[in-house]
């Protein structure tokens, strides 16, 4: 039972949703007659979502701090007509607009990090008011009109890996893309195994390593696969390479660093962390600015995919990210949540949609089983928690095996001390 | 030792052969509780013995087949299936942690849930004049539209009472009705349970204070580990303090404190005279031209009331976490210091173990490793990267210094007891290896034997040249621990006592008065 949990990494919520992802995969496989599991269709899924899982990256942040951010919609749309603008007005080349963005980015996340962190202004309150504001904003400097972006500009929200090197029926830097991932993988199981058992932590069985590293390569090469393998001019997607270099940055970052740390921390009990030496008003200011940075970079990548800035883009946003975020493990109450998870609730959500479309379910329906599958997530983690925390494979495995379960609260015994007579 | 009375007085409670069980725990064991009717009913025993559970048994929070055994409450059995059902029958608790509503006032807190109508619209009028009658049964003078909130914690005891009474109560159990009262307020409660007895009025009182319980308890079931240990009758069988520790731990207590050898030093830390203000409200200071100094090694005790201005002094100083900084210096080795964050405290050498470990010590969601680490992620970290090996392997190093009992550092501070939990707070300080290290309350909520671990703890800190400060109000604790005493009253230090000359009275007195006393700053003022 420990082996398996160990599998999966232990964290229910997560290993839930990778359960509930496969399988809703499978369903939509085989309900569709084989038309989710192609080349073009989870090219368009990562195309039409990637702007969606880059905004849950900051989201998770956010709400692991506490807060909330509404307006990260509206801050895209403003962000994205500013740097349609700046590029068709003032003629500037693609990646300086790009820069220009992420630093219209900054301003507005200073904006809004200011209110929250050095004025206490609930972040619910401030972001509605930024909702208003940057969607009044796009409008405004728009004149609600459609602003076309420019081709090499459109790169950014759909190029694709371009074809190099030799003929071999496959796109060749997808490839090279999955076997470095692959390679990455099995090398960092290896090395944290190793790092555990030198330290004497418990590691699981090798069978169940090895287990864990086929599921993990083999899903990662038939995801390259059908990359690879897509129709002419298409491959891996410039968007989902941008993600996939955030999701390591953040992962990192929430994970590994002192500010990830301090995010928890301060999202946890803001009281502790501050008599610990946290900077909660500096921490809070850096996720809601973090927020609108990436924010902006989705705005852009979605005008380059629709190629031209439209003064509706980005409404709703904030609701798919935030409904990933909750989808995929975190708390309404802060402190608790990964980047990971949240990718794979985003994705839950998109495969979701992007199935019921492919059997020709209305939008209509498609909303409602959206909004039903949210309340369902969230109402089985509340469950586990009144049921005494027991993980889904701790209740699966319930019957089996032998309870070794060692009581933490234990305090140490007056009798105990006086015999041992400190 | 029942024996004696049980013929003359009618039993208004039996409890027989209780057993509970949680998964892989049993909690209570084959209890037995019998309580006659008008007495003060004590139950004593060390945290985690199953006193609480055996009174939500009682109470039906855990409701009847969730355990075995039975309730005869008013010589017939009863099934509670929740804690609506035993108020019904005239059994009411009020928990430690007090259910008022801080926003409504006092009559809107009493009638809650239980609101008097005329047609369906509420009579604030009849509930009002009720409530007035109600609070002069318990003494407590306040306007009934106070809201709750501005009532102090003492009063706030009280107006649970009174809405207890006001259910007309048969059964009245206390769940530590003083810990987070002062003297005073715990005398005036005490008496007025005295009072309530008077009346006819039977109450269970579960407490720590074990001089308390001397004093106002008829009986005493003592428990321990889940079983019903003994019952004493307080006049018959001369029951002390000693004697109902025996009970509780199962032997004699020779010495409640780890013998120290204090190795005093040359000061070194000084604050000199602090003034701050109340974060609120306007013109009220919180610490009037404070002064005191630490020598190495040396444990020194801060006694006071509660509210009498300790913590805000300790945080405070702690890099101003507390309240508006007004004036005031701090020395350290000699060197005046610039704290005005909790940063520069901890980086100055300075280390705050707070007074109340849930809401500002820990973060409950965290595991022991991480939470061991929190205050001093620098040391364990390259480029601003935590090295998840270094912070393993110093979580474990505390945890067998301290012998805290987990299965592992990757548990969930949570699901620990609060001594280990406060072992875990201490690891947490003493891996920021400060010089100066203000503990505030270290040992609220702690049991007997956890207790004695922590002041070991603390006395090696001192042993190691630190310079400690432990603000307490269990008045033994300080005269048991310390080597000097500081006592505060009203936001001032009133005087300072040497271990030797101090006594409970002797501190008791420049605690509750602020009458000018020898002190080392000659700087009073009133």
């Known amino acids: 039972m420990n082996a398996l949990k160990k599998l999966f990494g232990g964290n229910t919520r997560q290993f839930g949703m990778i359960f509930a992802l496969v399988a809703l995969i499978v369903f939509f496989e085989i309900f569709t007659e084989g038309r989710t599991l192609t080349s073009g269709n989870v090219i368009n899924l990562f195309n039409g979502n990637s702007y969606i ?83 009044g904003a796009n409008q405004f400097v728009g004149k609600s009109n459609t602003i076309p972006v420019s081709t090499d500009f459109q790169y950014i929200g759909s190029g694709y890996l371009p074809e190099i090197g030799p003929q071999t029926g496959y796109n060749n830097l997808t490839v090279l893309l999955g076997l470095a991932a692959v390679a990455y993988v099995i090398f960092s199981e290896i090395r944290s195994r190793r790092t555990a058992k030198a330290l004497g932590a418990d590691v699981p069985e090798a069978w169940v390593m090895v287990l864990k590293l086929v599921l993990i390569c083999g899903a990662i090469l038939y995801a390259t696969y059908l990359f690879a393998t897509g129709r002419p001019g298409t491959s891996f997607p410039i968007p989902g390479l941008i993600l996939a270099v955030l999701i390591l940055i953040y992962g990192f970052i929430s994970s590994k660093t002192v500010i990830g740390r301090h995010i928890y921390a301060v999202g946890g009990n803001r009281h502790a962390a501050e008599l610990s030496g946290v900077q909660s008003k500096k921490v809070n200011f850096l996720v809601m600015m973090n927020m609108s940075i990436l924010a902006g970079l989705a705005g852009m ?119 041992r007579g400190i | 030792m029942t024996s004696l009375n049980t013929h003359s007085d009618p039993l208004i409670l039996e409890m027989r052969s209780i057993t509970k069980e949680f998964p892989g725990v049993k909690a209570l064991a084959d209890v037995s509780l019998r309580v006659k009717a008008g007495e003060i009913h004590a139950i004593c025993g060390e945290n985690g013995a199953g006193k609480s559970t055996l009174m939500k048994v009682l109470s039906g929070v855990y409701p009847y087949g969730t355990y075995t055994g039975d309730i005869v409450y008013q010589n017939e059995i009863q099934q509670f299936k929740d804690i609506r059902a035993s108020e019904h029958a005239g059994i009411v608790i009020i928990h430690q942690e007090l259910a008022l509503i801080p926003e409504l006032s006092i009559t809107e807190n009493i009638f809650l849930g239980n609101e008097p109508t005329k047609r369906g619209v509420i009579d604030w009028a009849e509930a009002r004049t009720r409530t007035t009658e109600l609070l002069a049964r318990v003494g407590l003078r306040e306007d009934p539209d106070t809201p709750i909130k501005e009532i102090g914690v003492g009063k706030q005891q009280l107006v649970e009472i009174a809405k207890a009474l006001n259910k007309s109560v048969k059964l009245l159990i206390l769940d530590e009705p003083t810990a987070a ?14 009072g309530l007895k008077g009346r006819g009025i039977t109450s269970i009182i579960i407490s720590h204070k074990l001089n308390e319980i001397e004093q106002i308890a008829d009986e005493i079931t003592i428990i321990r580990d889940g079983k019903s240990i003994e019952t004493l009758n307080v006049k018959a069988d001369g029951v002390d303090e000693d004697r109902i520790i025996k009970g509780m731990v199962g032997r004699t207590l020779e010495s409640r404190f780890p013998d120290h050898e204090p190795k005093i030093g040359e000061v070194l830390f000084e604050v000199k005279n602090w003034n701050v203000g109340h974060p609120q409200i306007q013109d009220r200071l919180v610490c009037k031209n404070s002064s005191f100094f630490v020598r190495r090694g040396e444990i020194v005790g801060f006694a006071g009331l509660m509210g009498a201005g300790r913590t805000e002094l300790a945080r405070s100083v702690f890099g101003r976490s507390y309240g508006r900084f007004i004036s005031g210096h701090v020395y350290k080795d000699g060197k005046e210091l610039q704290l005005k964050s909790v940063r520069q405290a901890i ?35 390259r480029h601003f990267v935590v090295d998840a090996n270094k912070e393993y392997a110093v979580a474990e190093e505390y945890r067998k210094s301290l012998r805290t009992k987990t299965p592992s550092v990757e548990e969930g501070v949570a699901k620990l007891s609060g001594g280990n939990q406060q072992k875990v707070v201490l690891a947490k300080w003493m891996f920021t290896d400060p010089d100066v290290l203000i503990l505030d309350e270290p040992t609220r909520g702690i049991d007997v034997g956890a207790k004695y671990e922590i002041y070991g703890i603390i006395q090696k800190l001192a042993n190691e040249g630190k310079a400690v400060i432990v603000i307490s109000s269990e008045l033994p604790e300080l005269l048991g621990l310390s080597d000097r005493i500081y006592t505060i009253f009203e936001g001032a230090i009133t005087g300072v006592l040497n271990k030797d000359e101090a006594s409970q009275e002797s501190l008791m007195r420049l605690m509750t008065s602020a009458r000018k006393t020898a002190s080392p700053s000659g700087t009073i003022q009133n």
């Not at chain 1, 003629?91 to 963005?101: A, C, D, E, N, S």
């Not at chain 1, 199935?355 to 909303?367: E, K, N, P, S, Y």
């Not at chain 1, 309870?403 to 007056?414: F, G, L, P, V």
């Open chain 1, 53 to 135: 899982l880059i905004l849950a990256i900051g989201m998770v942040l956010v709400i692991i701090a506490g807060h909330i951010d509404l307006s990260v919609g509206s801050v895209a749309a403003f962000v994205g007509v500013c740097v349609a603008l700046f590029i068709r007005d003032w003629g500037l080349p693609w990646y300086v607009g790009i820069l220009m963005g992420l630093l219209l980015g900054v301003a507005i996340g200073a904006w809004q990090g200011f209110w929250v962190a050095y004025v206490g202004i609930p972040a619910f309150i401030v972001t509605l008011s930024g909702m208003l504001i940057f969607r």
């Open chain 1, 301 to 419: 990548i979605f005008v380059g995919r629709s190629t031209a800035s439209g003064p509706f883009d980005g409404v709703g946003w904030e609701l798919d990210a935030i409904a990933a975020v909750f989808i995929g493990g975190a708390a309404v109450t802060g402190g608790v949540g990964t980047v990971i998870g949240s990718i794979i609730g985003g994705l839950v959500m998109a495969v979701l949609n992007n199935g019921l479309q492919l059997l020709g379910v209305g939008a209509d329906l498609t909303q409602i089983i959206k909004g039903l599958v949210l309340l369902i997530a969230v109402a089985f983690d509340v469950y586990n928690k009144t049921q005494g925390k027991r993980s889904i494979v701790g209740m699966l495995m319930k019957n089996f095996g032998r309870s070794s379960e060692i009581k933490a609260d234990e305090t140490t015994q007056t009798k105990e001390v006086i015999s």
């Open chain 2, 181 to 194: 009262l002062n003297e005073s307020d715990s005398q005036h409660l005490l008496d007025l349970m005295l």
């Open chain 2, 347 to 381: 980086d100055a050498g300075l280390g705050y173990v707070t007074e109340d470990r849930k809401s500002l010590g820990l973060n409950l969601l965290d595991d022991i490793k991480a939470t061991t680490v929190s205050a001093n992620l620098r040391k364990i970290s």
